[in-house]
């Protein structure tokens, strides 16, 4: 009765165990479909397609970029490679004139500035009118910024400075109309004239005690400019300090302040608080003051001796010339080490009567509105009160008067950091929030809350990277004329849109990302943006893994995504289909990718389906000799 049981059940153990072997494999299968890349996965594959390829003949490849080095200073080196200008050694930089710095030729190709500790002086006009930096770290040990060394950079977004500068030149950051985020160093002395002029997107600025001396025009026409608290120590506010200013909301005067110089608030339509605490002046000949050296001010002006709140709020409405009215509020709230400056527009279309268009507005229809957020963070804190704005904004602006959702974007500036919060992206996870991070080492990542899975969040994001151009020979097994090294410096595991800036000499042309395990496996081809931006989307990034961009791959053409920017170039308003995120740089213990772990496990998973199929054939066999006779009813 025993072997009969044990007869029973030993074929059903067996079915049992064939089910489960089926299921765990056929899970992970479907795994390894969503995060393997695709194409091929070998180096020898490419080399082929190049053999068959007539590269020398193709004028679109671009030459490698060319290696340039030598001196500028008595005690400084400087190279050029892949993109970027690393200078090294220590003392002074020699001053220059415009367009005479050794580099001048390269300054469209250049996008990444490397300055060491030990640099003293950034010499004048050093690196001006370098169109393609996003951002840049000067090294503690600088106690100077010459005369228009970043004057017309346009692209520059973010400055981090070092904690020993003492003087900032005239024009130093001039026209230097992206800058967003400055963090003024508290052992600064003086700020030549014009240092800031034009530099239309910085909302807020805090100039330190520090400060003793300001030349003319520091912050003229810097449109976006909220809040402004000036701690220096000065007795007058100098000529045109603000002018032009026409988002200034409220300002703080210094206590020493005995007057105000002509035209410094001059255009300042919405400046409607200033606060001083001062004895020099009551607050009507304060407000005298203002007014009699300056005109245009929409407000009342209050003069009060309170504090500069923690939160600043104006309003707007522009009138333009193509039958549109834009009306905006602007909130501004600061921290010790945080900024989170929001902005609020809304479009209306404007119809006139047909025959006197100039005087008489007939309808307004409401448009589109948008929500457009600057957050900054200086350091390592200030994520507290960062996270808890974020959270507000979202839940106060995030739906339209119908219910349906809006499209809030943020452009996030780690300013001193590469370093995300994962409590800032479980704020965003699952809303309809677009963020743009840029670090101090100008790397960029996009992440759509919608894409972000709260399962998968760590406790914080490192998203540096750097690119370097690679030899001949490494280029020679794409078959390529020009390829770049990628090293992310930290695991990151999130959905996101990567941007590579490999330089405008690419702009239209396809890059191709690889990473290397043991074998080389081919992940996504893009298109190039105007800008020199490759924009990989990527849903996970490894430290230990090789990655390689090799640039017109000759058979990337029909498979590069085009970037969204430059879809209405191509004819293709939207995506038709959702773009697949790439997991990438995931290994096994033995080293081994996804892409190969799964070989070897459908192999296993082969071997034992048969093993198992052999021992219920040899057993079933065995049964029928000692005479078993199955029926049709019969369970087993």
């Not at 679109?60 to 080196?77: F, I, R």
């Not at 220059?96 to 060491?116: C, F, G, H, R």
């Given at each position: 009765?025993?072997?009969?049981?044990?007869?029973?059940?030993?074929?059903?153990?067996?079915?049992?165990?064939?089910?489960?072997?089926?299921?765990?494999?056929?899970?992970?299968?479907?795994?390894?479909?969503?995060?393997?890349?695709?194409?091929?996965?070998?180096?020898?594959?490419?080399?082929?397609?190049?053999?068959?390829?007539?590269?020398?003949?193709?004028?679109n490849?671009?030459?490698?970029?060319?290696?340039?080095?030598?001196?500028?200073?008595?005690?400084?080196?400087?190279?050029?490679?892949?993109?970027?200008?690393?200078?090294?050694?220590?003392?002074?930089?020699?001053?220059?004139?415009?367009?005479?710095?050794?580099?001048?030729?390269?300054?469209?190709?250049?996008?990444?500035?490397?300055?060491?500790?030990?640099?003293?002086?950034?010499?004048?006009?050093?690196?001006?009118?370098?169109?393609?930096?996003?951002?840049?770290?000067?090294?503690?040990s600088?106690?100077?910024?010459?005369?228009?060394?970043?004057?017309?950079?346009?692209e520059?977004?973010?400055?981090?400075?070092?904690?020993?500068?003492?003087?900032?030149?005239?024009?130093?950051?001039?026209?230097?109309?992206?800058?967003?985020?400055?963090?003024?160093?508290?052992?600064?002395?003086?700020?030549?004239?014009?240092?800031?002029?034009?530099?239309?997107?910085?909302?807020?600025?805090?100039?330190?005690?520090?400060?003793?001396?300001?030349?003319?025009?520091v912050f003229?026409?810097?449109?976006?400019?909220?809040?402004?608290?000036?701690?220096?120590?000065?007795?007058?506010?100098?000529?045109?300090?603000?002018?032009?200013?026409?988002?200034?909301?409220?300002?703080?005067?210094?206590?020493?302040?005995?007057?105000?110089?002509?035209?410094?608030?001059?255009?300042?339509?919405?400046?409607?608080?200033?606060?001083?605490?001062?004895?020099?002046?009551?607050?009507?000949?304060?407000?005298?003051?203002?007014?009699?050296?300056?005109?245009?001010?929409?407000?009342?002006?209050?003069?009060?001796?309170?504090?500069?709140?923690?939160?600043?709020?104006?309003s707007f409405?522009?009138?333009?010339?193509?039958?549109?009215?834009?009306?905006?509020?602007?909130?501004?709230?600061?921290?010790?080490?945080?900024?989170?400056?929001?902005?609020?527009?809304?479009?209306?279309t404007?119809?006139?009567?047909?025959?006197?268009?100039?005087?008489?507005?007939?309808?307004?229809?409401?448009?589109?509105?948008?929500?457009?957020?600057?957050?900054?963070?200086?350091g390592?804190?200030?994520?507290?009160?960062?996270?808890?704005?974020?959270?507000?904004?979202?839940?106060?602006?995030?739906?339209?008067?119908?219910?349906?959702?809006?499209?809030?974007?943020?452009?996030?500036?780690?300013?001193?950091?590469?370093?995300?919060?994962?409590?800032?992206?479980?704020?965003?996870?699952?809303?309809?929030?677009?963020?743009?991070?840029?670090?101090?080492?100008?790397?960029?990542?996009?992440?759509?809350?919608?894409?972000?899975?709260?399962?998968?969040?760590?406790?914080?994001?490192?998203?540096?990277?750097?690119?370097?151009?690679?030899?001949?020979?490494?280029?020679?097994?794409?078959?390529?004329?020009?390829?770049?090294?990628?090293?992310?410096?930290?695991p990151?595991?999130?959905d996101?849109?990567?941007?590579?800036?490999?330089?405008?000499?690419?702009?239209?042309?396809?890059?191709?990302?690889?990473?290397?395990?043991?074998?080389?496996?081919?992940?996504?081809?893009?298109?190039?943006?105007?800008?020199?931006?490759?924009?990989?989307?990527?849903?996970?990034v490894?430290?230990?893994?090789?990655?390689?961009?090799?640039?017109?791959?000759?058979?990337?053409?029909?498979?590069?995504?085009?970037?969204?920017?430059?879809?209405?170039?191509?004819?293709?308003?939207?995506?038709?289909?959702?773009?697949?995120?790439?997991?990438?740089g995931?290994?096994?213990?033995?080293?081994?990718?996804?892409?190969?772990?799964?070989?070897?496990?459908?192999?296993?998973?082969?071997?034992?389906?048969i093993?198992?199929?052999?021992?219920?054939?040899?057993?079933?066999?065995?049964?029928?000799?000692?005479?078993?006779?199955?029926?049709?009813?019969?369970?087993?």
């Amino acid at each position: 009765m025993m072997l009969e049981t044990k007869n029973r059940y030993v074929p059903r153990l067996l079915a049992v165990l064939l089910a489960f072997i089926f299921v765990f494999f056929g899970t992970v299968s479907v795994f390894a479909d969503e995060t393997v890349a695709k194409g091929p996965s070998a180096a020898e594959e490419i080399s082929a397609e190049a053999e068959e390829a007539n590269l020398d003949s193709d004028e679109n490849v671009p030459e490698t970029l060319a290696v340039t080095n030598g001196s500028c200073g008595a005690n400084l080196t400087w190279i050029f490679s892949a993109g970027t200008l690393t200078i090294t050694g220590s003392g002074d930089m020699y001053d220059y004139t415009k367009n005479s710095a050794p580099w001048d030729d390269l300054s469209e190709d250049i996008i990444q500035i490397s300055l060491p500790e030990g640099l003293s002086e950034v010499g004048n006009f050093s690196f001006y009118n370098c169109k393609n930096i996003s951002t840049i770290t000067i090294p503690s040990s600088v106690t100077r910024v010459g005369e228009s060394a970043f004057a017309r950079c346009k692209e520059l977004q973010m400055v981090n400075f070092g904690n020993s500068i003492r003087t900032i030149e005239n024009a130093a950051f001039m026209d230097c109309r992206k800058l967003k985020s400055i963090n003024l160093p508290n052992n600064l002395t003086s700020i030549g004239m014009k240092s800031f002029y034009r530099c239309e997107s910085i909302t807020s600025v805090t100039i330190p005690s520090s400060v003793t001396q300001m030349g003319v025009s520091v912050f003229a026409y810097c449109k976006s400019l909220v809040s402004a608290n000036i701690k220096a120590s000065i007795k007058a506010l100098p000529e045109y300090t603000f002018y032009g200013c026409e988002m200034l909301s409220s300002v703080s005067l210094p206590d020493s302040t005995e007057d105000i110089n002509t035209f410094s608030f001059y255009g300042c339509d919405n400046l409607n608080t200033v606060y001083y605490s001062g004895t020099n002046k009551t607050p009507d000949e304060m407000q005298d003051s203002i007014e009699n050296n300056s005109s245009g001010f929409k407000n009342d002006i209050t003069i009060t001796d309170s504090a500069i709140s923690g939160k600043t709020e104006t309003s707007f409405e522009q009138e333009k010339g193509n039958g549109t009215i834009t009306e905006g509020e602007i909130s501004l709230v600061e921290g010790k080490e945080s900024s989170v400056s929001t902005m609020v527009t809304t479009d209306y279309t404007v119809t006139f009567p047909e025959k006197d268009k100039d005087e008489t507005i007939s309808e307004v229809t409401t448009g589109a509105t948008f929500v457009d957020v600057t957050v900054i963070v200086n350091g390592e804190q200030g994520w507290s009160e960062v996270i808890g704005e974020t959270e507000s904004i979202i839940k106060n602006y995030g739906n339209n008067a119908d219910g349906s959702e809006k499209n809030i974007g943020i452009s996030l500036y780690l300013n001193g950091n590469v370093t995300i919060d994962g409590g800032f992206i479980e704020a965003i996870a699952g809303k309809n929030v677009t963020v743009t991070v840029m670090t101090s080492d100008g790397s960029i990542w996009k992440i759509n809350g919608k894409n972000v899975d709260t399962a998968e969040l760590s406790g914080e994001y490192n998203l540096a990277y750097v690119i370097e151009a690679v030899p001949p020979e490494v280029c020679a097994d794409f078959g390529v004329s020009t390829a770049f090294m990628l090293k992310f410096l930290e695991p990151a595991q999130v959905d996101a849109e990567v941007l590579i800036h490999i330089g405008t000499l690419f702009g239209r042309q396809n890059a191709t990302l690889f990473q290397k395990n043991k074998e080389l496996d081919r992940l996504q081809s893009v298109v190039v943006d105007n800008e020199g931006y490759a924009h990989f989307y990527l849903g996970s990034v490894s430290e230990k893994t090789e990655y390689y961009i090799a640039m017109n791959l000759p058979d990337a053409a029909g498979e590069a995504l085009i970037p969204e920017n430059m879809l209405a170039e191509y004819g293709n308003p939207e995506y038709i289909e959702p773009i697949k995120y790439e997991i990438t740089g995931r290994t096994s213990s033995w080293g081994m990718n996804l892409g190969q772990v799964m070989g070897i496990l459908g192999g296993v998973m082969a071997g034992v389906i048969i093993l198992v199929g052999g021992i219920m054939f040899i057993w079933n066999r065995q049964r029928l000799k000692n005479g078993y006779v199955p029926k049709f009813d019969d369970e087993e």
